[in-house]
C-alpha cells in the first residue's frame, strides 16, 4: 500500500482518539476487569474502523456493504454515552453493540455474499463485543474503589 498524508493523519487521529478514550476510562474505572471490558470495546472499535478504511471487510472499502460495521460503532458509542461509561450501563450498551454485530454479520452473509474469512472476522468480533459486555457486567457487581471498606475501619469485632 503507498500511503499519502491523508493516511498518517487518519492513523494518528484514530491512535489519538484511543489513547484519549482510555484516559476516560481510567478515570471512570472501578478495577482492572472495567478497564479490560473497555479495552476490548475500544480495540474492536479500533479494529473495525482501520480494516474497513484499508481494506474494506467486505469486498473493497468503498462497498456499501461495510456500512453495517458502522451501525455497529455508532450503536456503541451512543449507548456508552447514554450509560455515562457506568458499567452496568456499558454491559448494555456491549450487548446492544452485540446485537447489532451479529444482525451486521448474517446482512454480510445474506446480503453481501460474505466469504469464510468475513465469517470467521464477524465470529471474532462478536465474540469481543460479547465478552466485554460480559466484564462490564462483572465490573458493574463490584463497588469502586473508594466505596469499598477497609477489613480495619469495621472496629471491634464481637468474637
Known amino acids: 500500500m503507498n500511503w499519502g498524508i491523508e493516511d498518517f493523519v487518519a492513523a494518528g487521529l484514530m491512535l489519538a482518539l484511543v489513547a484519549g478514550a482510555f484516559l476516560l476510562a ?7 476487569t472495567y478497564l479490560a471490558a473497555f479495552a476490548l470495546a475500544v ?9 474497513s478504511l484499508a481494506v474494506g471487510i467486505i469486498g473493497e472499502q468503498d462497498n456499501p ?33 452485540t446485537l447489532v454485530q451479529v444482525c451486521a454479520s448474517l446482512a454480510a452473509y445474506f446480503l453481501a455474499g460474505a466469504d469464510l474469512m468475513v465469517l470467521v472476522f464477524n465470529a471474532a468480533l462478536t465474540g469481543s463485543l460479547a465478552l466485554s459486555a460480559f ?8 463497588k469502586s474503589a473508594p466505596e469499598m471498606a477497609s477489613p480495619f475501619d469495621a472496629g471491634p469485632r464481637p468474637y
Not at 480495540?43 to 480494516?51: H, K, N, R
Not at 451501525?71 to 449507548?79: N, S
Not at 462490564?136 to 457487581?141: N, S, Y
Open 26 to 32: 481510567r478515570r471512570s474505572s472501578n478495577g482492572p
Open 65 to 97: 456493504a461495510n456500512l453495517f460495521y458502522a451501525a455497529v460503532i455508532g450503536v456503541g458509542i451512543g449507548a456508552a454515552m447514554t450509560a455515562r461509561l457506568r458499567p452496568k450501563g456499558m454491559a448494555i450498551a456491549m450487548a446492544a453493540a
Open 135 to 142: 466484564l462490564f457486567l462483572i465490573a458493574a457487581g463490584r
Open 43 to 51: 480495540g474492536s472499535a479500533f479494529v473495525v474502523v482501520w480494516v
